[in-house]
């Protein structure tokens, strides 16, 4: 990946990076925490490496052509008002003030991730490239002569790994729901992936990124009623049983974000071979590699 940070040095604030100023987390101990973490989740699958590292000092500029300075974001920031609208970033400039692209066909990078403040106005992902499909954000614009699909991830470091790994899960989502679009309702195996208890009742699974085989609501994690679930099932495939078990939170990680993403991603088949379809029994292939 290439790793692009927007981390402003504010002067008024005694020459303080932006993150320092608000307590936010160090984006380069994000990336390290997630690159282990999505390693973990693919039991190996995924070895990211940071190819590149650019940080700057300065504020990213949205499609309408405004960018904060360190005056204008402080107070917009302390008063919980008058932030920019519209508030998406405008991701050619982004893509050009790195050479992402020519770096991409050198075969130099397949990602780049972006990490910048709230309201820097980033997609959790978006993908671009000849074949670009919607992976929870727009077709990144201008990017068609791009020769292969590649992702950018945006990650925000006012919070956590467990959001980053929440990003990731929805450009799962996305990618596999396209995956299996042509697929007969009956051999569609990513909607029996994420089936779960409000929705199939008797019948959950895995669930989804917000919903956990028990959860009553979104990001109901914590829930502690017990469901049967054939979670673990899916650790099994392609040889699956149906064998399901009562299971609760205490199985995820008791309402934690980011154990709750490691535990759903570890669930994704991820091995050799293909079924009938021609769809791969290594899921990663199509949420990483793109190969689709």
């Given at each position: 990946?290439l790793v692009?940070?927007?981390n402003?040095?504010t002067?008024?604030e005694?020459?303080?990076?932006l993150?320092?100023v608000?307590g ?8 390290q ?5 999505v390693?973990?989740?693919s ?7 940071i ?9 990213p ?7 904060y ?10 008063s919980?008002?008058g932030?920019h609208?519209?508030?998406?970033v405008f991701?050619?400039e982004?893509l ?12 130099l990078?397949d990602e780049l ?5 709230p309201y ?5 992902s ?10 929870n ?5 201008g990017?068609e ?16 790994v467990?959001e ?19 697929v007969?309702p ?7 992936f994420?089936?779960y ?9 895995c669930?989804?990124?917000?919903f ?6 979104d ?6 009623r017990?469901?049967l679930s054939t979670?673990d099932?899916?650790?099994?495939y392609?040889?699956l ?9 205490a ?10 993403h490691i535990w ?7 091995v ?6 021609g769809?791969?029994?290594?899921w ?5 590699g793109?190969?689709f």
């Amino acid at each position: 990946m290439l790793v692009l940070i927007h981390n402003p040095i504010t002067e008024q604030e005694g020459g303080r990076k932006l993150n320092q100023v608000m307590g936010w987390n160090d984006p380069d101990q994000l990336a390290q925490q997630y690159i282990r973490d999505v390693g973990e989740a693919s039991w190996g699958r995924v070895r990211y490496e940071i190819a590149e590292r650019v940080e700057i000092d300065g504020f990213p500029t949205k499609v309408d052509g405004f960018a904060y300075t360190d005056a204008s974001y402080l107070q917009a920031w302390r008063s919980r008002s008058g932030f920019h609208q519209p508030d998406a970033v405008f991701y050619p400039e982004l893509l050009q003030r790195v050479n992402f692209i020519h770096k991409l066909e050198a075969g130099l990078v397949d990602e780049l991730w972006l990490f910048a403040f709230p309201y820097a106005g980033y997609f959790e992902s978006c993908m671009g490239g000849r074949g670009a499909i919607w992976c929870n954000g727009t077709i990144i614009p201008g990017a068609e002569r791009a020769s292969r699909k590649f992702v950018v991830m945006g990650f925000n470091y006012e919070r956590g790994v467990g959001e980053m790994l929440e990003d990731l899960g929805h450009r799962a989502e996305n990618i596999m729901a396209h995956v299996f679009q042509r697929v007969p309702p009956q051999a569609n195996l990513w909607q029996r992936f994420i089936q779960y208890d409000k929705t199939d009742p008797g019948r959950a699974a895995c669930g989804n990124v917000h919903f956990a085989p028990n959860s009553r609501s979104d990001y109901d994690w914590g829930h502690t009623r017990s469901v049967l679930s054939t979670a673990d099932d899916w650790l099994n495939y392609p040889n699956l049983t149906g064998q399901a078990r009562p299971m609760t939170c205490a199985d995820w990680g008791r309402g934690d974000i980011r154990l709750h993403h490691i535990w759903w991603m570890q669930r994704f088949p991820h091995v050799a071979g293909s079924n009938e379809y021609g769809i791969a029994h290594n899921w990663w292939r199509y949420i990483v590699g793109l190969e689709f």
